[in-house]
């Protein structure tokens, strides 16, 4: 099977499965789950981790 043809499967397959998914959701009446972004540890906030914190790399830099 050539690039253009594994493509057009790839597409097939995620049509059937987005019908899928809708079908079972409306069967069992379950919405789709969102998900969270990261959660800083520090701070208790959301959109960054510990390890990117911005109020950890400038305690760094007064110490």
Known sequence: ????????????LIAKREELDTELNE???????????PKCSIRNETGHRATTCPTKSSA????
């Open 1 to 12: 099977m050539d690039l253009d043809g594994k493509i057009a499967r790839v597409k097939e």
């Open 60 to 63: 760094a830099l007064t110490a």
């Open 27 to 37: 069967l069992l009446g379950g919405a789709a789950r969102e998900r969270r972004g």
